[in-house]
């Protein structure tokens, strides 16, 4: 029994001093943690300021004229203020960046509009409701230039979410918040320790450990904080297990002690001292027990610990190296690609590049001189590394033939035979597809060449929107995969450059991936997402068609790497001739309006047809230089709320006569008919079940006008001959009821950005002369005409409250008037819309 207990004993003590050390390493470990990570807080945060304040030093020294392009270039920055010394302002957005914040241009402006002028000194964080902005000041004195920068706050949040374990906050000297979001302030207690970097505990209540460095150059105290219940969480897990594993040892040792007396005490000692060894990380010893009872079998299960241990840790150290080398692998192989967006005088390329699992087997790269662009897309057989050290050797040959094989650039068929003889030394063991295309300014040709790889599509420059598919493959000879022969034979194939408005390259990732419901993405859905986007400019496009895919996979991994290349051609050459005095304007107008088509698109009002002409003017002035210039067709409201948008779209219906429903893009569709006045009640109803979430206030109001005027005016000028007669000139009091033969049609239309009403006469009276005429007369007098025939009062008022009015005629057969109203949340915004108005005479039908 006194052994026992001396045993017990010192397996206690010796424990509660294991224990206590434990504690003690811990807690230095901890502090040590909080510290470090409120250092590196210090030191990451003022690195990002001292680098803002850089680029002011630097933007100080800018021409003006260069500072936007500059400015661009910024992915934190909004805008820019330069103070002259003389007091003269320059104002510069980054307009993409205060876009991606969900925020219009006139919106931020007034968010920044409403903070004092008087406040804005050195820098400081500015909080708005739905975001936050750093301001910074900054004064060049040599120049006594003054900039001003409102930055984008997502590095500071990026910086704080670092150090997840803590709450990372920013104080000023008076301890207001300077940045995060502290819940109390702890000033008095840093004041208190007298230091101005140190590690302590604070609030009684919940203990913390708060960790703080005082920034002298910008009088700021870095604060770091966590709950010691947090911090010791590990640590008091730990030491719970350790207790339960120490009363376990310490009542079987007690219970052997009991039973086998003496003859336990050696082997004992010895696990005694192993668990000592084990505990200081020494897993590489023994313990050196021969017997064969339960001592024995303990020491056993402690040997195969400790080497179990050792394995597990030798397979950590492994896995941690072969992550490392993937990691590094993965690095070397972005260095391969090109950038995404790539501008050259005669082409532009936008790419996607994303690769299923670490690395990829698709590749492409290019190779530009002064007579030829040379493109090239591969696809090795499977993915990860073994696939990524292929593109490796692709990207090898095509660097190689751009330093010392120029003449084999000039035959893709060339490039692919040079290319399939490096790869034969896997000995076919590894294959890729590969598709390779010379662009030819010199001979206005595209060559290219296949080796069993997906054609990309092409697009001509005369392009249809009502078609269903615009692009084309390059088909042509398929030779076969590089590496799978010894000789390739791969054959050059034509086509004249001038035929081309742009080409896609991808690999067949893209297609094959699927969404949860186990459905590939499949080349009808790429087909119909490529034609949906065509008319966008290069970067939109690639943009907008990878959106397309991966909104389609939703949140599954893809199956296969996937590779997207795009290359315009003479990008926004198309066939439309621009006369705009505003440059920045037309540049814009030019790169998304892509026709071939002989139409004028100005903001000079002239008396040709097929043209566009945008207008500031008011809708009276817009009426009257309608009427003065009888062949103009078409008028655009130059504050359309997507002035590229509707040109283009009126373009098309100028080209292709769309259908009503194509014309109006609805994803909603109504249709009814009405006989008389009392269908009106119908109509309203119709209107009131409408969901305007998203316009100004009482929208439906506006709607219900236009429909009972529209209706109005076209029940009262139906009829032929006398019945004709009868109706134009009755009183409105009365009300004309249409016989079984007679209908008048009524669609509504609820569009993505719009909702359109469009009411359908058959007798086709309505032309461009009655329509401006009455238009005119209405803006001047202001009163409703009583005129046979006249449209009245109705068409100024249905005109009036419209953002776009459209009229088609199919003379003596039918009229469709179309009046749309776009979804503004503002009821200014709407009402200071400039109306469009656009007019088709139909010759024949459709």
């Known amino acids: 029994m006194i052994m026992t207990g001396l045993l017990v004993s010192s397996i206690s003590l010796y424990a509660i001093f294991a224990l206590g050390l434990f504690e003690k390493d811990k807690s230095a470990y901890i502090y040590g943690n909080s510290s470090e990570a409120n250092v590196s807080f210090n ?44 007091g003269k302002e ?71 979410s670092s150090f997840s374990q803590y709450e990372s906050y920013i104080l000023n000297l008076d301890g207001t918040p300077f940045w995060g979001n502290s819940r ?82 050696s082997p004992i000692e010895k696990l005694y001292d192993l668990t000592l060894s084990i505990s200081k990380g020494e897993f590489n010893k023994k313990a050196d027990i021969h017997s064969r009872d339960e001592i024995g079998a303990l020491g056993d299960s402690i040997n195969y610990m400790s080497e179990e241990i050792l394995r597990y840790m030798d397979e950590m150290k492994e896995k941690a190296r072969l992550e490392n080398e993937i990691e590094t692998a993965k690095y070397v192989q972005s260095t391969y690609f090109p950038e995404e967006e790539i501008s050259l005088k005669e082409f532009s390329i936008s790419s996607f590049y994303k690769p299923a699992s670490e690395c990829g087997g698709d590749w492409w790269g290019y190779v530009e001189d002064e007579d ?7 696809d090795a057989t499977g993915h990860g590394v073994p696939a990524a050290l292929l593109t490796a050797t692709a990207h090898c040959c095509l660097e190689n033939l751009k330093q010392n094989g120029r003449d084999i650039l000039k035959s893709p068929a060339a490039v692919l035979e040079f290319m399939n003889t490096s790869i034969q030394c896997l000995e076919g063991k590894m294959l890729m597809t590969a598709f390779c295309s010379v662009l030819d300014k010199k001979k206005g040709k ?74 590939e993405y499949g080349q009808r859905r790429f087909l119909k997402s490529l034609n949906g986007h065509m008319s966008e400019d290069n970067s939109n496009f690639r943009k907008s068609v990878v959106q397309d895919a991966f909104d389609f996979y939703e949140e599954c991994p893809i199956d296969d790497d996937i590779t997207i290349v795009s ?89 292709s006569n769309l259908s009503l429903g194509e014309y109006l893009d ?13 269908d009106f009640l119908k109509i309203n109803n119709l209107l009131g079940t409408l969901d305007v979430d998203g ?46 033969s007679e209908s008048i049609d009524y669609s509504l239309a609820v569009g993505a950005n719009h909702i359109a009403i469009c009411v359908i006469d058959f007798t086709g009276r309505l032309n461009r002369e009655v329509i401006i005429n009455n238009l005119e007369r209405s803006f001047r007098e202001r009163e409703h005409q009583n005129k046979d025939g006249g449209a009245g009062l109705g068409l100024f008022l249905a005109f009036s409250y419209s953002n776009q009015f459209i009229v088609r005629t199919h003379p003596g057969k039918r009229t469709e008037v179309i009046c749309i109203i776009e979804k503004n949340k503002r009821f200014k915004t709407y009402k200071e819309r400039v109306t469009s108005f656009h007019y088709f005479e139909v010759k024949e039908e459709a």
């Open 184 to 265: 109390e302030s702890y000033l008095d207690e840093i004041l208190e320790s007298k230091l101005k970097e140190a590690t302590i505990v604070v609030d009684k209540g919940s203990p913390k450990i708060l960790s703080f460095k005082f920034n002298t150059k910008y009088s700021l105290v870095f604060i770091t904080e966590i709950l010691r219940s947090e911090a010791y969480k590990v640590n008091d897990y730990l030491i719970g297990k350790s207790k339960v594993f120490g009363l376990v040892v310490l009542s079987l040792s007690g219970f052997i002690a009991l039973l086998f007396s003496r003859s336990l005490t």
């Open 567 to 655: 290359v315009s051609v003479n990008c926004g050459s198309g066939g439309v001739e621009f006369s705009i005095s505003d440059d920045e304007l037309e540049s814009e107008l030019k790169k998304k309006i892509l026709l071939n088509a002989p139409i004028l698109v100005t903001d000079k009002a002239v008396n040709l047809e097929n043209t566009f002409y945008i207008s500031n003017l008011s809708d009276n002035e817009n009426v009257l230089t309608l009427k003065n210039n009888p062949k103009l067709n078409h008028l655009v409201g130059r504050n359309s709320q997507d002035l590229a948008s509707e040109i283009l779209h009126n373009m098309n219906n100028c080209q």
């Open 446 to 519: 595209v060559i290219y060449a296949n080796a069993s790889h997906n054609p990309p599509l092409f697009v001509g420059k005369d392009i249809s929107l009502g078609q269903k598919n615009n692009f084309k493959p390059l088909l042509g000879s398929i030779g076969p995969r590089l590496g799978h022969k010894e000789k390739g034979d791969y054959k050059d194939e034509y086509l004249d450059l001038s035929s081309v408005d742009r080409i896609l390259f991808f690999t067949d990732g893209i297609l094959e991936s699927k969404n949860k419901s186990e459905k």
């Open 372 to 378: 030829r662009l040379v493109l090239l897309i591969t």
């Open 695 to 740: 316009y100004f206030e009482s929208p439906i109001d506006y709607l219900k006008i236009i429909s009972n005027e529209l209706l109005t005016n076209a029940i009262y000028h139906s009829g032929e001959g006398e019945l004709f007669n009868k109706r134009s000139t009755m009183e409105r009091s009365e009300t004309p009821v249409l016989s079984e």
């Open 43 to 86: 030191q990451r945060m003022e690195s990002y300021l001292n680098s803002s304040f850089e680029k002011l030093h630097i933007l100080s020294y800018m021409p003006k004229d260069k500072i936007k392009n500059i400015l661009s270039g910024y992915e934190d920055v909004f805008h820019l203020e330069l103070i002259s010394s003389e």
């Open 666 to 678: 609805e994803y909603r569709f109504h249709n009814t008919t009405v006989k008389s006045k009392e």
């Open 90 to 160: 320059d104002t510069f957005y980054n307009i993409s960046k205060i876009e991606d914040i969900g925020l219009s241009v006139e919106e931020y402006k007034k968010i920044i509009k409403s903070y004092s002028q008087e406040n804005r000194e050195g820098f400081r964080i500015i909080n708005d409701e739905s975001t936050s902005f750093l301001f910074l000041k900054y004064k060049n004195k040599e120049s006594g230039l003054t900039l001003l920068m409102y930055l984008n706050t997502t590095k500071l949040e990026e910086i704080s």
